[in-house]
């Protein structure tokens, strides 16, 4: 019986290219068991940086609240001493590499301690970072050659008007 693999919104621009590949390969393999089967995937596609800098830090503060929450999270794993006050969120879109990086970046020096593993601290000047998150972004031809990469043949995209968003079939 043919399966459709569906991956909604664009998680896979979570995995570095790499990791994607290795992801897609995956899947495509499952495909290829499952005859006529194929992947229906969302994927984030490459915008002007102005856009997706506001995107990641929103005005209304999701984002960061989002980033800063991992900083709790540590917290009760831990047992550290983040401060959310301390630490301001950062969205930067890396053209080089396309991928937005999210950072949290001290706002003045401080010192974190924890009572896990044995305890410790680690102090951090104003300005120094925790980078927490890439978000890569795809053109659209490359994000298609990275499906033919992985094994699937037959590869069909389909856009918003503005290209900001891919919804790719792949089998």
């Given at each position: 019986t043919p399966k459709v693999i569906f991956y909604p919104g664009s998680s896979i621009s979570n995995f570095s290219p790499d990791?994607?590949?290795?992801?897609l390969k995956q899947i495509q393999a499952y495909c290829v068991k499952n005859?006529?089967?194929?992947l229906l995937i969302g994927v984030d596609l490459v915008k002007d940086k102005?856009?997706?800098?506001?995107?990641?830090?929103?005005?209304?503060?999701?984002t960061?609240?989002?980033n800063k929450n991992a900083l709790l999270n540590i917290n009760s794993q831990i047992g550290a001493d983040f401060g959310l006050s301390d630490w301001a969120?950062?969205?930067?879109?890396?053209?080089?590499?396309?991928r937005i990086e999210m950072?949290?970046?001290?706002?003045h020096d401080l010192t974190v301690h924890w009572t896990a593993l044995g305890g410790g601290k680690r102090?951090?000047?104003?300005?120094?970072?925790i980078h927490s998150e890439n978000s890569y972004k795809w053109l659209k031809s490359s994000f298609e050659a990275l499906l033919r990469?992985?094994?699937?043949?037959?590869?069909t995209a389909f856009t918003d008007e503005k290209e900001w968003f891919g919804l790719y079939w792949a089998n």
């Open positions: 990791e994607a590949l290795i992801f005859p006529k089967s194929g102005a856009t997706l800098e506001a995107a990641y830090d929103d005005a209304l503060g999701v960061a609240a989002f969120h950062v969205g930067l879109f890396n053209t080089e590499q396309l950072h949290l970046e001290a706002v102090a951090f000047r104003k300005g120094d970072r990469e992985a094994g699937f043949k037959e590869v």
